[in-house]
C-alpha cells in the first residue's frame, strides 16, 4: 500500500505538553497552551478551507499519483497552513467498487497534536467525516476507482470555505433594519421623482385656451343654477355679488329689469322678496 500521512507541526494553536525540567520547573514542548483561544477562533471564523490562500488545498492528480496543493484550513477553531503540495495516495491504492476520501483534519489528542492531511478509502457512498474531541475532519474531495473527482471544497456538511462568524444577532438585525429603511425611502424617493414627472407632463401638455373656456363654461352654468334657485324659491336670489329674479317678478328686456311690484332686499337671508 502507498497510502501515506503527512504529519504538520506548524500549526496553531496546538497544546502544549508538560514535563519537569531539572529544576523542577514544568516544561512545555510548544509555548503555549491554546484549547481555549480555538474556543475564541471557532467564534470569530467557521471551519473550512480559506480562501484565496495557495492553491486552496486543491486535490489533482499527477504521475498516478493525487495530491494536495498549498493552502490552509481551519478546523474547530485551528488554522492547519500547507506550505507546499502533499501526496496522499496512488490509484492503484483504490480498489474496484472503492472511493478515496481525501481530508485535512486536526487531531487534538496526545498522541498527535497536529494538523494533517490524509485518505479513507471505503466503498461507503454516504460517507461522514469524523468529528469528535479528538479529530475533527473535513473532506476536500472524493477520487473514486475509475479516477474520477468531485470536489467538496464548497460543500458545508462535508468542508466548506472559512467565513467570518457573525458576532451578534444584533449586528444582523440592525443591518436588516437598515436595509428596509433604505428601501422605504428610495421607494418614497420614487414616488417622489414619479410625481415630479406626471406634474412636469401635465404641464407641458396645458392649453391655455381650453382653460379659460372651461372658465367661462362654469361661469355659465352657475348663472343657470342661480336662476333655477330664485325660480324655485319665487324669490330674488343673491349668489356671488349678483341678484337672479324669478321669472314670476322682473323681466328683463336686454336693456332694463321690470319688476312685477315694490320688494325690499332681506340681509339676512340675501334675498329680496317683495313688500
Known sequence: MALSTTSIKTVYPMDS?????DDGLPVYDRPYNASDLR?????LVSDGVCGGFGDELAVSISGGSWYVGTGAAVTSGLLIDNEEAVKVLDSYDISTGEYAYIIVAGRFDSTYRDGAIYAKVTNNTDFEPERTESVWELVLGRVDWLGNLIDFRMNDEMCGMMAAVPVDNLLNELSAASVAATDAAMGAAASANAAAAAATQAAGKFDGGSCCAQIEELKHQQTVMGSMIADLRDEFYYLDEKVYAPSSKASFDGER?????????NEETQAITLA
Open 257 to 265: 329689469v321690470t319688476l312685477a311690484t315694490t320688494c325690499q332686499y
Open 39 to 43: 474556543g475564541v477562533m471557532r467564534h
Open 17 to 21: 505538553m508538560v514535563s519537569e525540567g
